[in-house]
């Protein structure tokens, strides 16, 4: 099992403190001259404080020590509040070399929180990812190499640290696909945080998700490929080895093949030929030259 990050994690209480007046150079001003501190101006009877306190509290926790957190109670640091014209609660100021850098009113969503996280590392030259995106590429090299359980539990390591983590959840699922567990797969996807379920990652393997099962039914290529020489006019067993070719890896020939089609009758079966190739091309690499190439070739068609 790969060790993710790059860096002990620190203790719950290093990384949260609920600070004071009294405390406040010490905590925020002084501590900012070593590491972003994050500090949170809520009140015990601010609802959308309760929203977002524990949101934030887990987007740093997931930087794993690349920043702070300070939580400061306005009713009882109103002299703080005061001097950094604290108008409306939640506000979140970021600290950096005792100056703020960056900061927000209200709650935010989940993955905006994270950007600003990120955002605040980066001003400090910092990772804030805690090692995790090399952990994702150990994984996704692993899975490249056959190995699908062993970037499975990886993965899994991943998201048990950063669960919104888009790239490792995409990867989870597709070891899953790799390991012929589509079941498991597709609910993995369906358990997706709200969050990560629209981002090209989960897309991709959504649209993988699909090809696998497609390929559950798909035809001895031989077969399919006699019966297409037979009669090039056979749209649905054109359509089929198409289906056939990607299952057994050759994700080129299927695609040659739904050109052909599209190129023959772009509206038969309505539009399938297009669908399917789409589906090809988000679920492989936005640079894999058969993306690349394909989408040249029907854009050709298309606006010929």
């Not at 203790?11 to 501190?37: N, T, Y």
């Not at 559950?216 to 749209?235: K, Y």
Request: hydrophobic share 50%.
């Amino acid at each position: 099992m790969l060790e993710l990050g790059s860096k002990p994690e620190a203790p719950q209480g290093d990384l949260i403190k609920d600070v004071s007046e009294a405390d406040f150079m010490a905590e925020v001003v002084d501590r900012s001259q070593e590491v972003p501190v994050i500090v949170d101006f809520w009140a015990p009877w601010c609802g959308p404080c309760k929203q977002l306190g524990p949101a934030l509290e887990a987007a740093v926790t997931a930087a794993r020590g690349a920043v702070v957190m300070a939580k400061v109670n306005v009713d009882e640091a109103q002299m703080i509040a005061s001097q950094l014209r604290i108008q409306s609660i939640p506000t979140v100021y970021a600290f950096y070399k005792g100056q703020p850098v960056d900061g927000f009113q209200g709650a935010l969503p989940a993955s905006e929180l994270k950007a600003f996280i990120d955002r605040v590392v980066q001003v400090s030259g910092g990772d804030a990812s805690g090692g995790l995106d090399e952990a994702v590429a150990a994984a996704e090299e692993m899975l490249e190499q056959g190995a699908a359980t062993d970037a499975a539990q990886t993965f899994a390591a991943i998201l048990e640290e950063d669960p919104v983590n888009a790239a490792a959840y995409g990867g989870f699922v597709r070891a899953h696909i790799a390991m012929d567990d589509l079941d498991q797969a597709e609910a993995i996807l369906n358990g997706a945080p709200m969050e990560i379920s629209k981002s090209a990652e989960l897309e991709a393997a959504h649209a993988q998700l699909a090809l696998a099962r497609q390929a559950e039914n798909a035809g001895p290529v031989a077969d399919l490929t006699a019966q297409v020489e037979a009669d090039p006019a056979d749209h649905q067993a054109r359509f089929d080895l198409a289906q056939a070719l990607y299952a057994k890896g050759d994700a080129a020939g299927a695609v040659d093949q739904l050109l052909e089609l599209f190129r023959r009758d772009r509206e038969w079966n309505e539009g399938a030929a297009k669908t399917q190739l789409f589906t090809i091309f988000e679920a492989l690499k936005a640079n894999d030259p058969v993306v690349l190439n394909g989408r040249r070739k029907l854009s050709s068609m298309i606006f010929a």
